[in-house]
């Protein structure tokens, strides 16, 4: 089993930024590979990017590539989500997840991770 817990989410303006973390325990984290995912109110879960268990990897969605970045500290067992240009569209809850990684794989489909956490929101005003 792999525990996650987010933290970092909150309230800011159009154009400001954010940086979520999500701290993970109860497996060798080095052997996970992990995402990012959102879901904003009345609509699906959707991907936001993904990072590979080596940290040689990351892959982005189209509307984050170039305002998002994703990246991890195997030693402090967390990954991070840092958002600058935050966009009212960017309103969500966000979670982290994980799954056992391969490489320098990432993994975009919310199949196939096999632990989540519980989310923290993020609210962008315009």
């Known amino acids: 089993q792999v525990q996650l817990v987010e933290s970092g989410g909150g309230l800011v303006q159009a154009g400001g930024s954010l940086r979520l973390s999500c701290a993970a325990s109860?497996?060798?984290?080095?052997?996970?590979?992990m995402g990012w995912f959102r879901q904003a109110p009345g609509k699906e879960r959707e991907f936001v990017g993904a990072?590979?268990?080596?940290?040689?990897?990351?892959y982005y969605r189209d509307s984050v590539k170039g305002r998002f970045t994703i990246s991890r500290d195997n030693a402090k067992n967390t990954v991070y989500l840092q958002m600058n240009s935050l966009k009212p569209e960017d309103t969500a809850v966000y979670s982290c997840?994980?799954?056992?990684?391969?490489?320098?794989?990432?993994?975009?489909?919310?199949?196939?991770?096999?632990?989540w956490g519980q989310g923290t929101q993020v609210t962008v005003s315009s």
């Open positions: 109860g497996r060798p984290f080095s052997n996970y590979a």
């Open positions: 990072i590979s268990r080596s940290n040689g990897n990351t």
């Open positions: 997840a994980a799954t056992m990684g391969y490489g320098d794989s990432v993994y975009s489909q919310r199949y196939q991770y096999d632990y």
